[in-house]
């Protein structure tokens, strides 16, 4: 079973590292943290030159990370060795890595760090029987306030749950992005560590909430000229395709949720809460959740995951999906 960062964090409180760890996944935000920790828990800063040896792949060879594993450590109890982009390794050198796994030494640590892999080739089985695997998942939307309290406080800094949402609505669910917001916002604090709803408002890229507001807020008034313009203007500036579908996508759950808790009787604090929104974005979401028929609003969600496929299978020039599922879904018409 894969750990989470969590369960990493509580053992490595009271045991030593463990000394075979594999950290894969999408969400690089936990991948530096459980590195930071693990590198932390195995070495002191005075044997770091002496023990520790971090592999690029494939700027190494699989034999220079036999010899890396198998080295003695120096003035210290153990020995630290990284390899990082594992998922590039191929199969011929993934059976030599079965073996390393298999004979790695007790004062060696392994920490080994891929993206995307394949859990049922035999290293990696390995690895999933004998060490730690954690695997780095993008958290759900509903799951973002803690996290971005969590990053908060570790830089030490306190932030309340509206203005988290703000910052989750504003910045994305990108922790690395949450946490580069987050640091610009230590900085603009000085001394204070409380971070309010205004002082998000104040510090986040003032381009970045323009653009992605005036496209997901020109959907949500079916204003379909002012969603062409907007989105024009996003991709201008640099925001990927995916990015601006992503952006679309959470705004119509937002939508969804929304009706959903208002045709259930939510009103307020627990309407905010459904839909995932801060209060007081609450009247602005409603006016726009007034324009659209539910079944409609699903409808569109499907034709968006379409266009999705779409832009990732397509030779075609990319904004032209995006253009037209804007001109098939959105009108102030209907």
Known sequence: MSWDLRRLQQFCEKNPPPNLVLLHGEEQYIIDQAKKLIKAKALSPESMDFNLDHIQWPDRSIGELKDATETIPAFSERRLVILENAHLIKDSDLET??????????????????????????????????????????????????????????????????????????????????????????????????????????????????????????????????????????????????????MIHRHLKILIRLKEGLQSGLAGQKLSATAGIPPFFLNKYKSQADLWDLDWLNQTVVSLQETDKALKSSPQSTSIWLENFILQTVSASL
């Open 97 to 246: 890595l079965d073996e390393i796994v298999s004979h790695l030494p007790e004062q060696t640590v392994l920490m080994i760090v891929a993206q995307k892999i394949d859990m049922r080739k035999k290293a990696f089985k390995s690895i999933n029987a004998k060490g730690v695997v954690l695997e780095a998942k993008r958290p759900f939307s509903n799951q973002m306030a803690p996290w971005i309290q969590y990053i908060a406080q570790s830089q030490g800094l306190k932030i309340q749950e509206e203005p988290a949402q703000l910052l989750h609505q504003l910045v994305g669910e990108n922790l690395q992005e949450i946490s580069s917001e987050i640091k610009k916002i230590k900085e603009y604090l000085g001394d204070k560590i409380e971070i309010t709803a205004q002082v998000v408002i104040d510090v986040v890229s003032s381009s970045r909430i323009e653009s992605i507001f005036d496209l997901t807020d020109a959907i949500g008034r079916k204003d379909k000229i002012a969603s062409l313009t907007s989105l024009a203007k996003l991709l201008e500036n640099g925001q990927s395709e995916i990015g601006a579908l992503v």
